[in-house]
DNA sequence: TTGCACCTCCCCTAAAATGGTGAGGGAGGT
DNA sequence: ACCTCCCTCACCATTTTAGGGGAGGTGCAA
Protein backbone atom coordinates (compact mmCIF):
# COMPACT_ATOMS: atom_id res chain seq x y z
CA UNK A 1 0.00 0.00 0.00
CA UNK A 2 1.37 3.25 -1.06
CA UNK A 3 1.48 6.32 1.60
CA UNK A 4 -0.69 9.23 0.86
CA UNK A 5 1.21 12.72 -0.15
CA UNK A 6 0.49 14.12 3.30
CA UNK A 7 1.68 11.25 5.41
CA UNK A 8 5.11 11.54 3.60
CA UNK A 9 4.88 15.33 3.97
CA UNK A 10 4.62 14.88 7.24
CA UNK A 11 6.63 12.04 8.26
CA UNK A 12 9.01 14.42 6.24
CA UNK A 13 8.74 17.25 9.35
CA UNK A 14 9.55 14.90 11.55
CA UNK A 15 12.75 13.11 10.26
CA UNK A 16 15.61 14.22 12.25
CA UNK A 17 18.21 12.75 9.75
CA UNK A 18 19.90 12.54 6.08
CA UNK A 19 17.89 8.75 6.69
CA UNK A 20 14.48 10.48 7.12
CA UNK A 21 15.04 12.15 3.81
CA UNK A 22 16.50 9.04 2.08
CA UNK A 23 12.92 7.09 3.91
CA UNK A 24 10.58 10.13 2.08
CA UNK A 25 12.67 9.41 -0.94
CA UNK A 26 11.42 6.16 -1.42
CA UNK A 27 7.94 6.76 -0.26
CA UNK A 28 7.17 9.35 -2.81
CA UNK A 29 8.71 7.21 -5.70
CA UNK A 30 6.06 4.46 -4.38
CA UNK A 31 3.24 6.93 -4.27
CA UNK A 32 4.06 8.42 -7.45
CA UNK A 33 4.91 5.03 -8.80
CA UNK A 34 7.88 6.60 -10.94
CA UNK A 35 11.54 5.45 -11.22
CA UNK A 36 13.36 7.63 -9.06
CA UNK A 37 12.71 10.64 -6.53
CA UNK A 38 16.19 12.53 -6.06
CA UNK A 39 17.19 15.11 -3.66
CA UNK A 40 20.52 16.98 -3.80
CA UNK A 41 22.24 20.03 -2.64
CA UNK A 42 24.90 21.77 -1.94
CA UNK A 43 25.88 23.85 1.04
CA UNK A 44 27.35 26.79 1.88
CA UNK A 45 30.42 25.46 2.27
CA UNK A 46 30.34 24.24 -0.68
CA UNK A 47 30.23 20.41 0.91
CA UNK A 48 27.68 18.11 -0.96
CA UNK A 49 24.93 16.03 0.01
CA UNK A 50 22.46 14.17 -1.64
CA UNK A 51 19.37 11.34 -1.30
CA UNK A 52 17.12 9.55 -2.81
CA UNK A 53 16.47 5.78 -5.37
CA UNK A 54 19.11 6.04 -7.74
CA UNK A 55 21.56 3.35 -7.17
CA UNK A 56 24.33 3.39 -5.10
CA UNK A 57 26.23 2.48 -8.04
CA UNK A 58 25.53 5.23 -9.86
CA UNK A 59 25.54 8.35 -6.68
CA UNK A 60 29.27 6.68 -6.87
CA UNK A 61 30.21 6.97 -10.08
CA UNK A 62 28.41 10.47 -10.07
CA UNK A 63 30.83 11.86 -7.42
CA UNK A 64 33.99 9.28 -8.00
CA UNK A 65 33.54 11.49 -11.83
CA UNK A 66 32.21 14.89 -10.72
CA UNK A 67 29.42 14.95 -12.76
CA UNK A 68 28.22 17.80 -10.85
CA UNK A 69 30.05 19.55 -13.45
CA UNK A 70 29.24 17.82 -16.51
CA UNK A 71 25.33 17.26 -15.85
CA UNK A 72 23.19 19.67 -17.98
CA UNK A 73 20.45 18.97 -15.13
CA UNK A 74 22.40 21.10 -12.65
CA UNK A 75 23.94 23.40 -14.91
CA UNK A 76 20.53 24.12 -16.62
CA UNK A 77 18.95 24.38 -13.47
CA UNK A 78 21.37 26.61 -12.00
CA UNK A 79 20.61 29.11 -14.42
CA UNK A 80 16.80 28.87 -13.18
CA UNK A 81 14.38 29.02 -10.53
CA UNK A 82 11.50 26.92 -11.55
CA UNK A 83 10.89 23.99 -12.50
CA UNK A 84 12.48 22.38 -15.50
CA UNK A 85 11.53 19.33 -17.57
CA UNK A 86 14.99 17.57 -18.66
CA UNK A 87 13.92 17.72 -22.27
CA UNK A 88 14.02 21.71 -22.27
CA UNK A 89 17.44 21.58 -20.99
CA UNK A 90 20.64 21.60 -23.75
CA UNK A 91 21.58 17.96 -24.39
CA UNK A 92 24.04 19.35 -27.47
CA UNK A 93 27.56 18.76 -26.16
CA UNK A 94 28.94 15.67 -26.76
CA UNK A 95 29.80 15.53 -22.87
CA UNK A 96 26.26 15.36 -21.92
CA UNK A 97 25.42 12.79 -24.70
CA UNK A 98 28.14 10.77 -23.11
CA UNK A 99 26.59 11.50 -19.50
CA UNK A 100 22.58 10.96 -20.21
CA UNK A 101 23.96 8.04 -21.85
CA UNK A 102 25.71 6.58 -18.94
CA UNK A 103 23.05 7.76 -16.83
CA UNK A 104 20.49 5.62 -18.28
CA UNK A 105 22.73 2.39 -18.19
CA UNK A 106 23.23 2.70 -14.74
CA UNK A 107 18.71 3.20 -14.34
CA UNK A 108 17.85 6.13 -14.71
CA UNK A 109 14.79 6.34 -16.93
CA UNK A 110 14.88 9.28 -19.66
CA UNK A 111 12.13 11.52 -18.25
CA UNK A 112 13.14 14.01 -15.86
CA UNK A 113 11.85 17.01 -13.65
CA UNK A 114 13.70 19.04 -11.53
CA UNK A 115 12.81 21.91 -9.41
CA UNK A 116 16.13 24.14 -7.82
CA UNK A 117 15.31 25.96 -5.21
CA UNK A 118 18.23 28.62 -3.93
CA UNK A 119 19.28 29.53 -0.66
CA UNK A 120 21.44 32.56 0.68
CA UNK A 121 25.08 31.90 0.53
CA UNK A 122 25.10 29.93 -2.15
CA UNK A 123 23.28 26.87 -1.06
CA UNK A 124 21.47 25.21 -4.32
CA UNK A 125 19.14 22.31 -4.14
CA UNK A 126 17.34 20.47 -7.16
CA UNK A 127 14.74 18.28 -6.21
CA UNK A 128 14.39 15.84 -8.99
CA UNK A 129 11.67 13.47 -9.78
CA UNK A 130 12.28 10.42 -12.72
CA UNK A 131 11.12 8.18 -15.10
CA UNK A 132 10.94 5.86 -17.91
CA UNK A 133 8.03 6.82 -20.24
CA UNK A 134 6.68 8.47 -23.16
CA UNK A 135 6.71 12.06 -23.71
CA UNK A 136 3.15 12.24 -23.82
CA UNK A 137 2.92 10.39 -20.19
CA UNK A 138 5.43 12.40 -18.80
CA UNK A 139 4.02 15.72 -19.71
CA UNK A 140 0.34 14.42 -17.94
CA UNK A 141 2.53 13.39 -14.52
CA UNK A 142 4.05 17.17 -14.89
CA UNK A 143 1.32 18.84 -15.12
CA UNK A 144 -0.64 16.97 -12.89
CA UNK A 145 1.52 16.49 -9.88
CA UNK A 146 3.27 20.39 -10.62
CA UNK A 147 2.14 21.72 -7.29
CA UNK A 148 2.64 18.84 -5.23
CA UNK A 149 6.17 18.57 -6.73
CA UNK A 150 6.53 22.33 -5.72
CA UNK A 151 5.65 21.65 -2.16
CA UNK A 152 7.71 18.34 -1.38
CA UNK A 153 10.70 20.16 -2.80
CA UNK A 154 9.63 23.09 -0.49
CA UNK A 155 9.36 20.53 2.22
CA UNK A 156 13.00 18.61 1.79
CA UNK A 157 14.55 21.80 1.27
CA UNK A 158 13.33 23.17 4.55
CA UNK A 159 14.27 19.40 6.13
CA UNK A 160 17.99 19.54 4.90
CA UNK A 161 18.70 23.14 5.79
CA UNK A 162 17.66 22.40 9.41
CA UNK A 163 20.04 19.00 9.04
CA UNK A 164 22.99 20.99 7.53
CA UNK A 165 25.63 21.05 10.26
CA UNK A 166 27.11 24.01 11.12
CA UNK A 167 24.80 26.31 9.81
CA UNK A 168 26.24 29.46 11.26
CA UNK A 169 25.96 30.85 14.80
CA UNK A 170 26.29 34.16 12.83
CA UNK A 171 27.05 36.15 15.94
CA UNK A 172 27.43 39.03 13.34
CA UNK A 173 28.62 42.28 14.61
CA UNK A 174 26.48 44.93 13.59
CA UNK A 175 27.69 47.84 11.81
CA UNK A 176 27.25 51.20 12.38
CA UNK A 177 25.40 52.88 10.08
CA UNK A 178 27.97 54.79 8.41
CA UNK A 179 30.21 51.51 7.88
CA UNK A 180 27.17 50.16 6.15
CA UNK A 181 26.90 53.08 4.01
CA UNK A 182 30.48 52.84 3.48
CA UNK A 183 30.72 49.35 2.89
CA UNK A 184 27.29 49.66 0.85
CA UNK A 185 29.52 52.10 -2.10
CA UNK A 186 32.69 50.25 -1.59
CA UNK A 187 30.50 46.93 -2.51
CA UNK A 188 29.28 49.14 -5.70
CA UNK A 189 32.32 49.43 -7.00
CA UNK A 190 32.88 53.14 -6.08
CA UNK A 191 36.24 54.18 -4.61
CA UNK A 192 37.23 56.26 -1.95
CA UNK A 193 37.21 59.14 -3.25
CA UNK A 194 34.19 58.73 -4.58
CA UNK A 195 32.30 57.32 -1.27
CA UNK A 196 33.68 60.40 0.69
CA UNK A 197 32.34 62.58 -1.62
CA UNK A 198 28.99 60.67 -1.68
CA UNK A 199 29.22 60.72 2.01
CA UNK A 200 30.04 64.08 1.78
CA UNK A 201 32.99 63.30 4.68
CA UNK A 202 36.74 63.21 4.23
CA UNK A 203 38.51 60.24 2.84
CA UNK A 204 40.33 59.90 5.79
CA UNK A 205 36.93 59.70 8.17
CA UNK A 206 35.61 57.13 5.41
CA UNK A 207 38.87 54.88 5.96
CA UNK A 208 37.97 54.88 9.84
CA UNK A 209 34.59 53.26 8.57
CA UNK A 210 36.25 50.47 6.28
CA UNK A 211 39.06 49.83 9.20
CA UNK A 212 36.50 49.80 11.55
CA UNK A 213 33.74 47.35 9.57
CA UNK A 214 37.03 45.76 8.41
CA UNK A 215 37.73 44.40 12.30
CA UNK A 216 34.16 44.04 12.93
CA UNK A 217 33.92 41.27 10.44
CA UNK A 218 37.01 40.22 10.65
CA UNK A 219 37.87 40.50 7.70
CA UNK A 220 41.49 40.33 6.24
CA UNK A 221 41.28 43.31 3.58
CA UNK A 222 38.29 45.91 2.20
CA UNK A 223 37.61 42.92 -0.72
CA UNK A 224 37.25 40.55 1.97
CA UNK A 225 34.97 42.71 4.34
CA UNK A 226 32.69 43.69 2.16
CA UNK A 227 32.22 39.50 0.63
CA UNK A 228 31.87 38.56 4.30
CA UNK A 229 29.19 41.76 4.70
CA UNK A 230 27.44 40.48 1.38
CA UNK A 231 27.38 36.83 2.44
CA UNK A 232 26.25 37.47 5.57
CA UNK A 233 23.26 40.12 4.64
CA UNK A 234 24.73 42.96 6.69
CA UNK A 235 24.76 45.23 3.11
CA UNK A 236 22.34 44.19 0.53
CA UNK A 237 23.84 45.00 -3.04
CA UNK B 1 -18.24 36.93 -4.75
CA UNK B 2 -14.57 36.13 -4.28
CA UNK B 3 -12.20 34.25 -7.10
CA UNK B 4 -11.35 30.76 -6.60
CA UNK B 5 -7.71 29.85 -6.28
CA UNK B 6 -7.23 28.00 -9.37
CA UNK B 7 -8.58 30.96 -11.34
CA UNK B 8 -6.68 33.21 -9.94
CA UNK B 9 -3.39 31.31 -10.69
CA UNK B 10 -4.98 30.53 -14.30
CA UNK B 11 -5.07 34.07 -14.41
CA UNK B 12 -1.92 35.12 -13.23
CA UNK B 13 -0.42 32.59 -16.28
CA UNK B 14 -2.17 34.24 -18.51
CA UNK B 15 -0.68 37.65 -17.34
CA UNK B 16 1.29 39.98 -20.06
CA UNK B 17 2.51 42.78 -17.63
CA UNK B 18 2.79 43.83 -14.16
CA UNK B 19 -0.90 44.77 -14.12
CA UNK B 20 -1.74 41.52 -14.01
CA UNK B 21 0.61 40.49 -11.12
CA UNK B 22 -1.03 43.45 -9.59
CA UNK B 23 -4.85 42.35 -10.15
CA UNK B 24 -4.15 38.66 -9.16
CA UNK B 25 -2.35 40.51 -5.66
CA UNK B 26 -6.49 42.09 -5.29
CA UNK B 27 -8.32 39.40 -6.34
CA UNK B 28 -6.14 37.37 -3.77
CA UNK B 29 -6.66 39.87 -1.32
CA UNK B 30 -10.02 39.33 -1.66
CA UNK B 31 -9.82 35.45 -1.86
CA UNK B 32 -8.39 34.88 1.72
CA UNK B 33 -10.14 38.22 2.98
CA UNK B 34 -6.73 39.93 4.77
CA UNK B 35 -5.58 43.16 4.65
CA UNK B 36 -2.51 42.93 1.69
CA UNK B 37 -0.98 40.91 -0.80
CA UNK B 38 2.11 42.12 -1.92
CA UNK B 39 4.93 40.89 -3.90
CA UNK B 40 8.27 42.64 -4.55
CA UNK B 41 11.62 41.46 -6.06
CA UNK B 42 15.46 43.00 -6.94
CA UNK B 43 16.37 42.13 -10.24
CA UNK B 44 19.76 41.13 -10.98
CA UNK B 45 20.33 44.78 -12.14
CA UNK B 46 19.30 45.76 -9.10
CA UNK B 47 16.53 47.39 -9.92
CA UNK B 48 13.15 47.23 -8.23
CA UNK B 49 9.35 46.19 -8.59
CA UNK B 50 6.57 45.65 -6.85
CA UNK B 51 2.86 45.33 -7.19
CA UNK B 52 0.11 44.43 -4.10
CA UNK B 53 -2.12 45.95 -2.55
CA UNK B 54 -0.22 48.52 -0.37
CA UNK B 55 -1.58 51.60 -0.69
CA UNK B 56 0.31 54.25 -2.74
CA UNK B 57 1.33 56.58 -0.02
CA UNK B 58 2.94 53.60 1.98
CA UNK B 59 4.75 52.14 -1.22
CA UNK B 60 5.80 55.91 -1.88
CA UNK B 61 7.05 56.71 1.20
CA UNK B 62 8.97 52.96 1.44
CA UNK B 63 10.58 53.91 -1.81
CA UNK B 64 11.18 57.88 -0.91
CA UNK B 65 13.22 56.40 2.53
CA UNK B 66 14.85 53.58 0.75
CA UNK B 67 13.07 51.49 3.60
CA UNK B 68 14.40 48.57 2.01
CA UNK B 69 17.20 49.50 4.02
CA UNK B 70 15.59 49.21 7.25
CA UNK B 71 12.85 46.77 6.66
CA UNK B 72 13.20 43.52 9.05
CA UNK B 73 11.25 41.63 6.70
CA UNK B 74 13.53 41.86 3.93
CA UNK B 75 16.48 41.84 6.16
CA UNK B 76 15.57 38.56 7.47
CA UNK B 77 14.18 37.12 4.71
CA UNK B 78 17.63 37.35 2.97
CA UNK B 79 18.96 34.99 5.04
CA UNK B 80 16.62 32.53 4.88
CA UNK B 81 14.86 30.58 2.23
CA UNK B 82 11.69 29.30 3.14
CA UNK B 83 8.59 30.96 4.49
CA UNK B 84 8.93 33.41 7.66
CA UNK B 85 6.35 34.43 9.79
CA UNK B 86 6.83 38.45 10.55
CA UNK B 87 6.53 37.67 14.21
CA UNK B 88 9.78 35.18 14.31
CA UNK B 89 11.91 38.39 12.50
CA UNK B 90 13.94 40.18 14.89
CA UNK B 91 12.20 43.74 15.75
CA UNK B 92 14.73 44.91 18.61
CA UNK B 93 16.46 47.96 17.07
CA UNK B 94 14.78 51.20 17.83
CA UNK B 95 14.79 51.75 13.74
CA UNK B 96 12.88 48.37 12.54
CA UNK B 97 10.24 49.60 15.72
CA UNK B 98 9.54 52.78 13.78
CA UNK B 99 9.57 51.81 11.00
CA UNK B 100 7.25 49.46 12.01
CA UNK B 101 4.88 51.87 14.04
CA UNK B 102 5.12 53.89 10.91
CA UNK B 103 3.97 51.12 8.06
CA UNK B 104 0.53 50.44 10.71
CA UNK B 105 -0.05 54.41 10.31
CA UNK B 106 0.05 53.18 6.76
CA UNK B 107 -2.38 50.63 7.05
CA UNK B 108 -0.39 47.81 6.89
CA UNK B 109 -1.72 44.92 9.74
CA UNK B 110 0.30 43.64 12.66
CA UNK B 111 0.50 40.08 11.14
CA UNK B 112 2.89 38.65 8.12
CA UNK B 113 4.17 36.22 6.27
CA UNK B 114 6.39 36.45 3.44
CA UNK B 115 7.94 33.84 1.37
CA UNK B 116 11.08 34.36 -0.32
CA UNK B 117 12.51 33.37 -3.18
CA UNK B 118 15.63 33.60 -4.83
CA UNK B 119 16.92 33.53 -8.48
CA UNK B 120 20.41 33.17 -10.03
CA UNK B 121 22.14 36.31 -11.00
CA UNK B 122 21.25 37.56 -7.27
CA UNK B 123 17.55 38.37 -8.07
CA UNK B 124 15.50 38.32 -5.18
CA UNK B 125 11.67 38.43 -4.45
CA UNK B 126 9.21 38.40 -1.65
CA UNK B 127 5.99 37.03 -1.70
CA UNK B 128 4.04 38.49 1.37
CA UNK B 129 0.47 38.43 2.85
CA UNK B 130 -0.21 40.42 5.85
CA UNK B 131 -3.52 41.18 7.96
CA UNK B 132 -4.68 42.30 10.76
CA UNK B 133 -5.72 39.76 14.01
CA UNK B 134 -4.53 38.33 16.99
CA UNK B 135 -1.50 35.80 16.97
CA UNK B 136 -3.98 32.85 17.17
CA UNK B 137 -5.80 33.73 14.23
CA UNK B 138 -3.12 34.20 12.21
CA UNK B 139 -1.32 30.84 13.27
CA UNK B 140 -4.32 29.01 11.70
CA UNK B 141 -4.41 31.22 8.39
CA UNK B 142 -0.67 30.53 7.91
CA UNK B 143 -0.73 26.79 9.10
CA UNK B 144 -3.79 25.97 6.96
CA UNK B 145 -2.78 27.70 3.45
CA UNK B 146 0.90 27.40 3.92
CA UNK B 147 1.17 25.30 1.32
CA UNK B 148 -1.22 27.30 -1.50
CA UNK B 149 0.76 30.51 -0.85
CA UNK B 150 4.14 28.75 -1.51
CA UNK B 151 2.60 27.78 -4.89
CA UNK B 152 1.34 31.33 -5.44
CA UNK B 153 5.02 32.68 -4.51
CA UNK B 154 6.46 30.59 -7.09
CA UNK B 155 3.67 31.51 -9.76
CA UNK B 156 4.45 35.00 -8.85
CA UNK B 157 8.04 34.44 -9.28
CA UNK B 158 7.83 32.84 -12.42
CA UNK B 159 5.50 35.62 -13.84
CA UNK B 160 7.80 38.26 -12.86
CA UNK B 161 10.76 36.72 -14.47
CA UNK B 162 8.83 35.94 -17.77
CA UNK B 163 7.95 39.87 -17.49
CA UNK B 164 11.78 41.55 -16.52
CA UNK B 165 13.07 43.32 -19.62
CA UNK B 166 16.91 42.59 -20.28
CA UNK B 167 16.18 38.89 -18.15
CA UNK B 168 18.23 36.85 -20.81
CA UNK B 169 22.58 37.50 -21.71
CA UNK B 170 23.65 36.16 -18.22
CA UNK B 171 24.53 32.95 -18.66
CA UNK B 172 27.22 33.73 -21.71
CA UNK B 173 28.59 35.53 -18.70
CA UNK B 174 29.56 32.65 -16.84
CA UNK B 175 32.84 32.89 -14.90
CA UNK B 176 35.55 30.35 -16.49
CA UNK B 177 36.87 27.90 -13.49
CA UNK B 178 40.53 29.60 -13.06
CA UNK B 179 37.98 32.76 -12.79
CA UNK B 180 36.33 31.44 -9.98
CA UNK B 181 39.09 30.02 -8.39
CA UNK B 182 40.92 33.56 -8.60
CA UNK B 183 37.85 35.54 -7.39
CA UNK B 184 36.77 32.74 -4.90
CA UNK B 185 40.71 33.51 -3.17
CA UNK B 186 40.57 36.92 -3.86
CA UNK B 187 37.34 36.93 -1.86
CA UNK B 188 38.21 35.31 1.23
CA UNK B 189 40.94 38.46 2.05
CA UNK B 190 44.03 36.73 0.13
CA UNK B 191 46.23 39.31 -1.76
CA UNK B 192 47.25 39.17 -5.17
CA UNK B 193 50.26 37.59 -4.66
CA UNK B 194 49.05 34.89 -2.11
CA UNK B 195 46.77 33.63 -4.62
CA UNK B 196 49.12 33.49 -7.37
CA UNK B 197 50.80 31.11 -5.19
CA UNK B 198 47.95 29.21 -4.07
CA UNK B 199 46.77 28.61 -7.51
CA UNK B 200 50.68 27.68 -8.77
CA UNK B 201 50.48 30.88 -11.38
CA UNK B 202 52.08 34.23 -11.65
CA UNK B 203 50.33 37.32 -10.14
CA UNK B 204 50.83 38.26 -14.32
CA UNK B 205 48.10 35.51 -15.32
CA UNK B 206 46.02 36.19 -12.17
CA UNK B 207 45.78 39.29 -13.22
CA UNK B 208 44.35 38.81 -16.11
CA UNK B 209 41.83 35.87 -14.94
CA UNK B 210 40.72 39.12 -12.72
CA UNK B 211 40.28 41.68 -15.34
CA UNK B 212 38.29 39.28 -17.49
CA UNK B 213 36.34 38.55 -14.60
CA UNK B 214 35.47 42.09 -13.82
CA UNK B 215 34.71 42.45 -17.88
CA UNK B 216 32.32 39.64 -17.64
CA UNK B 217 30.69 40.55 -14.26
CA UNK B 218 30.60 44.52 -15.86
CA UNK B 219 32.22 45.33 -12.28
CA UNK B 220 33.97 48.53 -12.01
CA UNK B 221 37.45 47.09 -9.97
CA UNK B 222 38.18 44.34 -8.58
CA UNK B 223 36.14 44.80 -5.04
CA UNK B 224 32.76 45.14 -7.07
CA UNK B 225 33.49 42.14 -9.14
CA UNK B 226 33.77 40.20 -5.89
CA UNK B 227 30.50 41.97 -4.82
CA UNK B 228 28.66 41.10 -7.74
CA UNK B 229 30.04 37.51 -7.72
CA UNK B 230 28.80 36.80 -4.27
CA UNK B 231 25.72 38.51 -4.84
CA UNK B 232 24.86 36.33 -7.57
CA UNK B 233 25.93 33.15 -6.64
CA UNK B 234 28.97 32.75 -9.05
CA UNK B 235 30.90 32.43 -6.37
CA UNK B 236 30.57 31.15 -2.95
CA UNK B 237 32.55 32.13 0.12
C1' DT C 1 29.15 61.11 36.29
C1' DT C 2 31.55 58.21 33.79
C1' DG C 3 31.81 55.31 30.52
C1' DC C 4 31.12 53.63 25.66
C1' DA C 5 30.13 53.75 20.93
C1' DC C 6 29.74 56.70 17.26
C1' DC C 7 31.14 60.53 13.91
C1' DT C 8 34.58 63.46 12.24
C1' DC C 9 39.25 64.87 10.97
C1' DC C 10 44.50 64.74 10.44
C1' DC C 11 49.43 62.72 9.93
C1' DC C 12 52.91 59.28 7.93
C1' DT C 13 55.26 55.69 4.31
C1' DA C 14 55.39 51.45 1.90
C1' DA C 15 52.88 48.04 -0.39
C1' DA C 16 49.32 46.74 -3.45
C1' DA C 17 46.27 47.26 -7.09
C1' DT C 18 45.15 49.32 -11.62
C1' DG C 19 44.94 50.20 -16.48
C1' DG C 20 45.79 48.30 -21.26
C1' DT C 21 48.27 45.42 -24.86
C1' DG C 22 50.78 41.56 -27.03
C1' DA C 23 51.51 36.78 -27.69
C1' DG C 24 51.97 31.73 -27.62
C1' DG C 25 49.75 27.00 -27.05
C1' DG C 26 45.74 24.10 -26.19
C1' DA C 27 40.88 22.11 -26.34
C1' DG C 28 36.33 22.05 -28.23
C1' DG C 29 32.88 22.89 -31.46
C1' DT C 30 30.82 24.09 -36.63
C1' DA D 1 40.15 23.52 -41.09
C1' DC D 2 38.90 27.34 -38.79
C1' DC D 3 37.28 29.84 -35.04
C1' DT D 4 36.51 30.84 -30.38
C1' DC D 5 37.41 30.51 -25.74
C1' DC D 6 40.62 29.28 -22.11
C1' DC D 7 45.24 29.20 -19.87
C1' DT D 8 49.63 31.09 -19.41
C1' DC D 9 53.15 34.79 -19.16
C1' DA D 10 55.28 39.43 -19.86
C1' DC D 11 55.84 44.63 -19.98
C1' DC D 12 54.95 49.54 -18.64
C1' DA D 13 53.85 53.93 -15.36
C1' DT D 14 50.37 55.62 -12.24
C1' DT D 15 46.93 55.71 -8.81
C1' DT D 16 44.96 53.72 -4.86
C1' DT D 17 44.99 51.31 -0.75
C1' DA D 18 47.25 49.44 3.09
C1' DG D 19 48.73 49.41 7.80
C1' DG D 20 49.13 52.08 12.02
C1' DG D 21 48.97 56.34 14.98
C1' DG D 22 46.36 60.45 17.66
C1' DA D 23 42.45 63.70 18.83
C1' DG D 24 38.24 66.31 19.37
C1' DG D 25 33.18 66.32 19.46
C1' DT D 26 28.35 64.13 20.12
C1' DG D 27 24.79 61.29 22.40
C1' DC D 28 23.11 57.47 25.12
C1' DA D 29 22.98 54.57 29.17
C1' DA D 30 24.40 52.41 33.52
Redesign the pocket.
Given at each position: MTPSLDGILQQLECAEALEGLQTASVALRDHYNVAHIVYHWVSSSGQQYGCGTYSPEWVARYVEQAYLRVDPVVAGCYQKFHPVDWKRLDW????SRAFQKEAIEYGVGNQGFSIPIRGPNGQFALFTVNNDCSDEDWANFTETHRQHLIILSHAFNQKALELEPGRTPLAAQ?L????IDAMTLIAVGY???QVAVT?S??E??L??????A?HKLGA????HAVAKAIARGVIVV
Open positions: SSKAASPRESRALISNTRVYIESRLNTT
